[in-house]
T-cell receptor, first 113, second 114 residues
Framework: QKEVEQNSGPLSVPEGAIASLNCTYSDRGSQSFFWYRQYSGKSPELIMFIYSNGDKEDGRFTAQLNKASQYVSLLIRDSQPSDSATYLCAGVNSGGSNYKLTFGKGTLLTVNP | GAGVSQSPRYKVAKRGQDVALRCDPISGHVSLFWYQQALGQGPEFLTYFQNEAQLDKSGLPSDRFFAERPEGSVSTLKIQRTQQEDSAVYLC????????????FGPGTRLTVL
């Protein structure tokens, strides 16, 4: 069983809509969570991170973390065609000294003009 | 400033050949990670360095994979006797001491083994 699970999608939304991306994790020791955006053929680009329960907003992006439910989500408001990419959820168990990221498979998002 | 750089960007190898992939982390970043990303999958952890010390190599898939960072900056991932299943994108990431769990990725090396 993979430690971080994402709906692989694809997820398709119209331009201007809210895109909702979800992620669950099994390692209760995971303390930090990251959302990376990866355009086709490119490397992952960090867009949001969250450590605490609740919501964290950055522009059109909102990350949500619920440690009791072991659930992380990313909301993209006013979706734009340029948001079309694969979104990777990753967790870190930073209880030790190794901050290795455990990634989900990614969710492919398409924003239709 | 300059980001993480990797070379070569593309590598085609015949099965059985040895390859070496290079990573230049962001200046001042003491932590360096290697990940392997197969097509349609998320990146998978391979190994981790803090300065020149390899603290975790639990993700290396076989003893054909070897990584080093002798002076605590540039790192090389070497794959001996390449196999077709080694075909993937190899990503390097680095992080700073003040943001230890925030990793910045390089462009990757796409390895194709024929």
């Amino acid at each position: 069983q993979k430690e971080v699970e994402q709906n692989s999608g694809p997820l398709s939304v119209p331009e201007g809509a809210i895109a909702s991306l979800n992620c669950t994790y099994s390692d209760r020791g995971s303390q930090s969570f990251f959302w990376y955006r990866q355009y086709s053929g490119k490397s992952p680009e960090l867009i949001m991170f969250i450590y605490s329960n609740g919501d964290k907003e950055d522009g059109r992006f909102t990350a949500q973390l619920n440690k009791a439910s072991q659930y992380v989500s990313l909301l993209i408001r006013d979706s734009q065609p340029s948001d079309s990419a694969t979104y990777l959820c990753a967790g870190v168990n930073s209880g030790g000294s190794n901050y290795k990221l455990t990634f989900g498979k990614g969710t492919l998002l398409t924003v239709n003009p | 400033g300059a980001g993480v750089s990797q070379s070569p960007r593309y590598k085609v190898a015949k099965r059985g050949q040895d390859v070496a992939l290079r990573c230049d982390p962001i200046s001042g970043h003491v932590s360096l990670f290697w990940y392997q990303q197969a097509l349609g999958q998320g990146p998978e952890f391979l190994t981790y360095f803090q300065n020149e010390a390899q603290l975790d190599k639990s993700g290396l898939p076989s003893d054909r994979f070897f990584a080093e960072r002798p002076e605590g900056s540039v790192s090389t991932l070497k794959i001996q006797r390449t196999q077709q299943e080694d075909s993937a994108v190899y990503l390097c990431a680095s992080s700073s001491p003040t943001e230890a769990d925030t990793q910045y990725f390089g462009p990757g090396t796409r390895l194709t083994v024929l």
